[in-house]
């Protein structure tokens, strides 16, 4: 059974950046493609980029572009998700979704909260 | 980009009534990668269809997905209890892979 298991909340102030992971289980970790999405208090979903870690080149938002990082650790099937100069509006939910390359994002971790604030 | 744009916003109906929900994208979405999501307050977003049509694992049937280029619909044929919830819709044969606003089902 595939599980998607992120990090636990996080508070952060604003300026500073946080780094959210999300370990996988099952087999062919490398071959999966891993996306971010992250939900706002009562907004909608936002796709933030993904990574599939066999090719190692992460594709991004045009609105998170030089803000996120997002990497891939295939020795601990673990998935990464870096973003910098944090403002109150990031202020959300940040979800990881595990896809085949062109498929739909068919699991998902249960999110991570991340709180900004002076 | 792809900007799909759901309607309605908000959908109030009974349980038992039939309920449809319409994503229209302003681009035709490449080999109908469309997929529906149901997602409920607490909860990470469950995927219901994917290729515009076919039914996630253990979706019920009474959800069907319809549409292709640029015009998709879902519909649960008789509402149960457990349908009230926030569906999205995205599209995900292009980047950035995009999602709708979302249709809130809730009770009338």
């Known amino acids: 059974q595939v599980q998607l298991v992120q990090s636990g909340a996080e508070r952060k102030r604003p300026g500073s950046s946080v780094k959210v992971s999300c370990k996988a289980s099952g087999d062919l970790f490398n071959t999966y493609d891993f996306n971010w999405v992250r939900q706002a208090p009562g907004q909608g979903l936002e796709w933030m980029g993904g990574i599939i870690p066999l090719f190692r080149a992460p594709k991004y938002s045009e609105k998170f572009q030089g803000r996120a990082t997002i990497s891939a650790d295939e020795s601990s099937n673990t998935v990464y998700l870096e973003l910098r100069s944090l403002i109150a509006e990031d202020t959300a939910f940040y979800f990881c979704?595990?896809?085949?390359?062109?498929?739909?994002?068919?699991?998902w971790g249960q999110g991570t909260l991340v709180s900004v604030s002076p | 980009e792809i900007v799909l744009t759901q309607s309605p916003g908000t959908l109030s109906l009974s349980p038992g009534e039939r309920a449809t929900l319409s994503c229209r994208a302003s681009?035709?979405?490449?080999?109908?990668?469309l997929a529906w999501f149901q997602q409920k307050p607490g909860q990470a977003p469950r995927l219901l269809i994917y290729g515009a049509s076919n039914r996630a694992t253990g979706i019920p049937d009474r959800f069907s997905g319809s549409g292709s280029g640029t015009d998709f619909t879902l519909t649960i044929s008789r509402l149960e209890s457990e349908d009230f919830a926030v569906y999205y819709c995205?599209?995900?044969?292009?980047?950035?892979?995009?999602f709708g606003q979302g249709t809130k089902v809730d009770v009338k």
């Open positions: 995205q599209q995900y044969g292009s980047s950035p892979r995009t």
């Open positions: 979704a595990r896809a085949v390359e062109m498929g739909p994002f068919d699991h």
């Open positions: 681009q035709s979405v490449s080999g109908s990668y």
